[in-house]
């Protein structure tokens, strides 16, 4: 069974720049897993006279999976091994039908039990949102 995971990286301060580097990195980190896909959601069409909403959706990221269940645990070791370099003071939420999960500063331990309840509601057909 094949799957779609959402990314979204919440930027802590204000440079689109360096959000849109960090992203990129994310991005080609992840792409050393067998994933199907990865690329940024398509934007609404913006309003006559305003900037295009694609530069809203640069911290958004979407990976396809070939197979949920095997790749979901390491794409998830893979974000938290981003967000946890030092240059990367992010919060990342991981949407995957309808359970999500929020990975921020929490420490190792908290954020291994982050992970194992949301493998463990992506398992189980009807729970919601995990994460602190």
């Known amino acids: 069974m094949s799957g779609q995971l959402r990314i979204e990286v919440e930027q802590l301060d204000e440079d689109f720049e360096s959000l849109q580097r960090s992203v990129n ?14 690329y ?11 900037r295009s909403a694609a530069a809203d959706l640069v911290n958004v990221l979407v990976v396809t999976l070939p197979a ?12 938290k091994d981003w967000q946890s370099r030092p240059e990367m003071p992010h919060s990342v939420f991981i949407e995957i039908g309808n359970k999500r ?8 331990a908290q954020q291994r039990q982050l992970i194992d309840a949301f ?10 949102e995990v994460g602190s």
């Not at 994310?26 to 199907?36: A, G, K, N, P, T």
């Not at 398509?42 to 006279?49: G, L």
């Not at 949920?68 to 645990?73: A, D, K, N, Q, W």
């Open 40 to 50: 940024h959601p398509p934007a609404d069409p913006a309003p006559p006279n305003t």
């Open 119 to 128: 493998l463990g509601a992506c398992a189980a057909p009807h729970r919601d």
């Open 101 to 108: 999960i929020k990975l921020s500063n929490a420490d190792a």
């Open 68 to 79: 949920v269940t095997p790749l979901l645990e390491r794409v998830l070791h893979v974000v």
């Open 25 to 38: 990195t994310l991005r080609e980190d992840l792409l050393l897993l067998d994933v199907e896909n990865i």
